[in-house]
């Protein structure tokens, strides 16, 4: 178990003279005419594999000015085999441009170590900023929390929660989301209604992610009746489903077997969104063949071309030799 330590535009060409100039691994060969997030990535990378902190210093309060933020590629030259890095690139970013400039920063590194599983250097790092007052709050605590409950590691989840809580950052909806949606793909629905039941104490009310959660589970339960009635009510309080919720809902129909519960409750929800439509009667039409039931996906590619909704190559193929070529 993972130990968790407590609080353990440009658009002037003489512009891009100068900085050239003032950056020699950014020869004037390779400047773009006009800067990107790729661009600065690129070169802090660069700068990051050779060690050349002062330009990674430089490079982060550069492209903050320029209005570029950081991306999940920003510090990808960190690795599971240099993360002896950290206290120079801990340094490094203490220097940056306080504000958004340096919280950005941080932030960008602590979810480039929970990609990456390093749950206690990622923890080290938010230490900083509550120590040193550089602006953590929930927003630098998520990924540390959506990556221990992405593998079921509720406890560890929690103490980070009760770490925050220390620090007088109360945990918000997204945080808890997490932890909803984590404990409803385990399936562990006690936990989840505990969950529920914090969320509804303090008033965090509910979106769409918790809502998708709630389907999940009762999916994931095989309690189907349930799942719809979470998404009628999520309709009724003028919450729109995500595309992930309708497909929960399609994969539990077709785990169950209830193929014609699956295509009725594709039909119910058709033409509203064109998008979704083209999504679930895609998902549904794709796995009906992969289960071999040829006649009941013949109807839906069939029912796809004349509502003209967008077709995977797969299902084009499909439609092609069984339904257009019976019709000519």
């Given at each position: 178990m993972l130990a968790i330590r407590k609080l353990s535009s440009l658009k002037s060409s003489r512009f891009l003279c100068s900085f050239a100039i003032q950056n020699p691994i950014c020869s004037s060969a390779t400047i773009p005419d006009v800067p990107s997030c790729t661009f600065y990535d690129e070169r802090i990378n660069k700068a990051g594999r050779e060690g050349d902190f002062a330009t990674v210093?430089?490079?982060l309060n550069k492209r903050a000015r320029d209005g570029f933020f950081n991306t999940n590629n920003t510090f990808k030259f960190i690795s599971t085999?240099?993360?002896?890095?950290?206290d120079d690139l801990l340094?490094?970013?203490?220097?940056?441009?306080?504000?958004?400039?340096?919280k950005s920063s941080y932030d960008c590194l602590i979810?480039?170590?929970?990609?990456m599983d390093c749950i206690s250097e990622a923890m080290r790092v938010a230490e900083t900023m509550v120590n040193k007052e550089h602006g953590a709050n929930n927003v630098t605590f998520h990924p540390i929390i959506n990556a221990l409950t992405k593998k079921d590691e509720f406890d560890e989840a929690c103490s980070v929660i009760a770490v925050m809580k220390s620090c007088g950052i109360a945990p918000d909806l997204t945080t808890y989301n997490f932890?909803?949606?984590?404990?409803?793909?385990?399936?562990?629905?006690?936990?989840?209604?505990?969950v529920l039941a914090k969320m509804e104490e303090e008033e965090l009310g509910a979106d769409t992610r918790t809502y998708d959660a709630l389907v999940l589970g009762a999916c994931r339960a095989g309690k189907l009746?349930?799942?719809l009635a979470v998404v009628r009510r999520m309709l009724d309080d003028g919450v729109p489903p995500l595309y992930c919720?309708?497909?929960?809902?399609?994969?539990?129909?077709?785990?169950?077997?209830?193929?014609?519960?699956?295509?009725?409750?594709?039909?119910?929800?058709?033409?509203?969104?064109t998008k979704l439509d083209?999504?679930?009667?895609?998902?549904?039409?794709?796995?009906?063949?992969?289960?071999?039931?040829?006649?009941?996906?013949?109807?839906?590619?069939?029912?796809?071309?004349?509502?003209?909704?967008?077709?995977?190559?797969r299902l084009k193929d499909f439609y092609e030799l069984h339904v257009r070529s019976d019709e000519l």
């Open positions: 210093h430089h490079l085999t240099n993360v002896s890095i950290l340094e490094t970013i203490a220097r940056v441009d306080s504000g958004f400039p340096r979810a480039r170590l929970s990609k932890l909803l949606t984590g404990y409803c793909f385990a399936g562990n629905v006690t936990s989840a209604a505990g009746d349930a799942a919720t309708h497909a929960h809902i399609i994969r539990a129909f077709l785990k169950y077997n209830y193929y014609e519960q699956a295509v009725e409750f594709v039909r119910s929800y058709a033409g509203r969104d083209a999504e679930n009667f895609g998902i549904l039409a794709t796995r009906l063949i992969t289960r071999s039931k040829l006649e009941e996906a013949k109807e839906l590619v069939k029912e796809m071309s004349e509502r003209r909704l967008t077709m995977g190559p």
